[in-house]
């Protein structure tokens, strides 16, 4: 039997944030774009799961923050094409202490040194005035305070259903419930082959999250990827006079793990609010994914809550799980860029995988597509390359 054939310029394997922007930037720039997802658009079976993300100027690194500042753009694009906003600044709140109980959190410390080189306002805080100017009570007193006014919280279905509506206004070819089994670079351009067709394209875009090494491992170079299994809770606030930063607290947990939470969602109107342990369930990969919420570490997130945010309800009202992707190596963000060398015909295939990229998702598009179209972009940092 003849097996059906069709051709674009580019092909997306992924339709998550990532994915998407890549195609909205690659139709941009007058080329063809198919779009290929295993499950549907603004599926929670990936990284772009539910509803809302944090987003920040600080980091330790300074190539990190410069790259969000010149995100900003994208992002008011994005939101003129919404016509609304879609990270909303509702203020980014780091705390915490040293565990020595030394001096400041290595991260704070650094953060701030970013800020300040970049001329980024910002305040530092003590325990004390943590809990007279945002509410949270009873933090130890050698807690300290880095606040971030621009930071805030990004509605995520906001985004993504922004995104399909450019994409699909533009050209875009969207194909929902239909999986790439192999990727196959050759000389002339790549086929994607799914159970339906063999797509022909110049080059293609891998953006399938946690399940990128399913299409990587066959030609040769799984990416040192981590796969995670995220819990979180939300909680209800008691009034409406009670609202949150958004705040992400080091080592505030009893084994010593982050937690992280919002104020509530300026887009929804909702009263419940977002908190969630930043450690998870490692898996072997996203097929192990269990969704079953991680009971110890939400008991732990509640306490928090109950003792560190009286404006909610310390019961939390809804769990659910979310799968992350991670580099291995710790000193690592992000993975984006061409194959490497070793894979022939590598450079027709790019490849955005792991990190916290969402605040990053509308730059990540533009470099995808740069990298797919040119084979070069002006904004790919050496710490984003593929080892
Ligand atoms: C709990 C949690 C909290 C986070 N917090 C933040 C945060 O505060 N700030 C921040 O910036 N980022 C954060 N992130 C990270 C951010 O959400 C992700 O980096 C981003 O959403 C990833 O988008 P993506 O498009 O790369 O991948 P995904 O959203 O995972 O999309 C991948 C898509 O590929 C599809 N797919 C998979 N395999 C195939 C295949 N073979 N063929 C076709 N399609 C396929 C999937 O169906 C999926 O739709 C968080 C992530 C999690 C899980």
């Not at 998407?20 to 930037?25: D, G, I, N, P, Y």
């Not at 400041?104 to 970013?114: F, Y």
Request: aromatic share 8%.
């Amino acid at each position: 039997m003849i097996r059906p054939s069709e051709a674009a310029d580019v092909v997306v394997v992924g339709g998550g944030a990532i994915g998407l922007a890549s195609a909205v930037e690659v139709v941009a720039r007058g080329r063809s774009v198919l779009v290929l997802d295993r499950f549907g658009m603004s599926n929670d079976r990936g990284g772009s799961a539910g509803l809302e993300r944090q987003w920040r100027i600080q980091y330790a690194q300074e190539h990190w923050s410069r790259l969000v500042l010149d995100t900003v753009p994208l992002w008011r694009r994005l939101e003129a094409a919404a016509g609304r906003p879609l990270v909303h600044p509702t203020g980014s709140l780091w705390l915490g202490r040293r565990p020595d109980g030394a001096g400041v959190l290595d991260e704070m410390h650094a953060g701030a040194e970013v800020l300040t080189s970049l001329d980024v306002p910002f305040e530092t805080m003590s325990a004390a005035e943590i809990g007279t100017r945002f509410g949270l009570a009873a933090l130890p007193r050698d807690y300290q305070g880095l606040h971030q006014a621009d930071g805030g919280v990004i509605d995520v279905k906001g985004t993504l259903d922004t995104l399909i509506h450019l994409a699909l206004g533009a050209g875009v070819r969207i194909h929902e419930y239909e999986p790439a089994l192999a990727i196959e670079p050759d000389g002339t351009g790549v086929t994607v082959r799914t159970e339906r067709a063999d797509y022909r394209c110049d080059s293609v875009i891998v953006t399938s999250g946690p399940f990128t090494n399913d299409l990587l491992s066959p030609l040769g170079c799984a990416l040192d990827l981590r796969v995670f299994e995220q819990s979180s809770a939300y909680f209800t606030r008691h009034t409406h006079d009670t609202d949150y930063p958004t705040w992400y607290a080091f080592g505030a947990l009893t084994d010593g793990g982050a937690c992280y939470g919002y104020g509530h969602n300026p887009w929804t109107g909702s009263d419940l609010i977002r908190v969630a342990p930043d450690a998870a369930r490692e898996l072997p990969d996203a097929e192990h994914a269990t969704a079953v919420p991680d009971a110890g570490r939400i008991r732990d997130t509640a306490d928090w809550v109950r003792t560190h945010l009286p404006g909610l309800s310390p019961q939390p009202v809804r769990r659910g799980t979310c799968l992350a992707v991670l580099p291995l190596d710790r000193e690592r963000q992000f993975f984006l860029g061409p194959l490497p060398a070793r894979v022939p015909n590598g450079e027709r295939v790019v490849v955005q995988a792991a990190g916290w990229a969402f605040g990053f998702a509308p730059m990540f598009g533009r470099i995808c597509a740069d990298l797919a179209l040119d084979g070069t972009s002006a904004h790919h940092a050496p710490q984003l390359e593929l080892p």
